[in-house]
Structures are given as C-alpha cells and as structure tokens.
C-alpha cells in the first residue's frame, strides 16, 4: 500500500481563490481524517469521516471551510475564498487499527 | 473532554544521552487509545506507537521505550543513547470514543534537538 496520498503538496494562491486539497486514505481503513497545523495553534482536527458520513466537523473554521467524502477511496477539503490566514499545512490521515499521516500539502495563500 | 499535556516545549541533549518525553492525559472515557508520532524537519507525521488503555505493559521498540501508567495519567517516552537523527517534534496523542465516535486530540508537540 501507498500510504496516505495527498496532493497537491504545494500550493500557492491569491487571496480569493478557491482552494481544493485531496486525500486518497489507505485502502480498507473505516475513518478519514482532516487536520491543519500552523506554528500558532499546532495541530488542528478539521473534520472526521467514518465510513464515508461527517461525524464531526466542530472544528471546520468557518463556511469558507467544506469537506467531502464522495467514496471510500477519495475526499476533499475545499476553501472558498481563501484568505492568508488559511496558510498552514493540511493533513489527511485515515485510520484503521492506527491513524497514518498523509505527507501533507503546504498551503499559502497570498 | 479529552486534553493531552506535553509540558516540554524543547529538549535539547547531547547525542548518546537518554531523554524522556512526558505526556500527560484527561479523559472521562473508560477506553482509549494512546499514541506517539514524530515529526521529523521534512514535516512527515510519522506514526510511532499505539497503546489500549487496558494495556499497561511498558513496550520497547530498539531504542524507544514507553511507560504507561494509568495511576499518572501519564504516557512517557524514552528514547536510549539518543541520535542526531532522532531530532524531531514529538506529538503525543489521545484517541478516547467521544459519543460513540473516536476523537483524537494531540498534544502540542516537544521539540527534540540532539547536539552531536
């Protein structure tokens, strides 16, 4: 297995923009994870899937803020518009007996 | 609520030294989950080690070893003879089944800095 893929894994965009992140989690593992972490607040859980349906989504920052899991083997996490305080690194990780980090995608927004 | 402690922000030892890292835990849940991640300069989470709260056996990896101790709440890592490579962010976590759901919270980090 691959492990976690994440792409893009750098992106750089204007203030305003829309942004789309994508996550394809380890085959057969039940819970999909989005994290962000900054230097300010660390790591952050952005929203939980299990078995593909939002479970938990308290962390998501605001509307601009919106995650997707249309199947087992893919989901998104989309800023619409994007503003430079959304710069941070986001991770996926998904879980089947352990939680495994995807490399991440380093988001700026300038 | 769940809340994960690591009360040290940085370390810094000498290479070869040994060093614990301390993680301290709250939960009001019966079972749980507990585990460690490194993150290394490249920025990788590299996923470290898991233990059932019903497991309270000390766990050795090579130069890892664990303590676990429910009395404490705590969950301690110690890496033995320390490497340059072992510098890092370690994360402790706790993974507690919030509302019939995991959540996992982490702690905020220790920066580990081997000098060689």
């Known amino acids: 297995d691959a492990g976690v893929i994440q792409s893009p894994r750098h992106e750089v965009t204007e203030m305003g923009q829309e942004v789309t992140l994508r996550c394809k989690p380890i085959s057969g593992h039940n819970s999909l994870f989005w994290y962000r972490q900054t230097m300010m607040r660390g790591l952050e859980l952005l929203i939980y899937?299990?078995?593909?349906?939002?479970?938990?989504d308290s962390g998501m920052p605001e509307d601009r803020f919106s995650a997707k899991m249309p199947n087992a083997s893919f989901s998104t996490l989309k800023i619409q518009p994007s503003e430079p305080r959304d710069s941070a690194v986001y991770f996926c990780?998904?879980?089947?007996?352990?939680?495994?980090f995807g490399p991440g995608t380093r988001l700026t927004v300038l | 609520a769940q809340k994960v402690t690591q009360a040290q922000t940085e370390i810094s030892v000498v290479e070869k030294e040994d060093v614990t890292l301390d993680c301290v835990y709250e939960?009001?849940?019966?079972?749980?989950?507990l585990f460690w991640y490194k993150q290394p300069p490249s920025g990788e989470l590299v996923f470290l080690i898991r233990?059932?709260?019903?497991?309270?056996q000390n766990e050795i990896s090579g130069r890892y070893s664990w303590n676990f101790q429910k009395s404490t709440s705590s969950f301690n890592f110690t890496i033995t003879a320390s490497q340059v490579v072992d510098s890092a962010v370690y994360f402790c976590a706790l993974s507690g089944n919030s509302g019939g759901y995991q959540k996992v919270t982490f702690g905020t980090g220790t920066k580990l800095q081997v000098i060689p």
């Open positions: 990780a998904s879980q089947g007996e352990e939680q495994f």
């Open positions: 939960t009001r849940d019966t079972t749980y989950y």
């Open positions: 233990r059932n709260s019903f497991d309270e």
């Open positions: 899937f299990n078995n593909n349906v939002p479970i938990d």
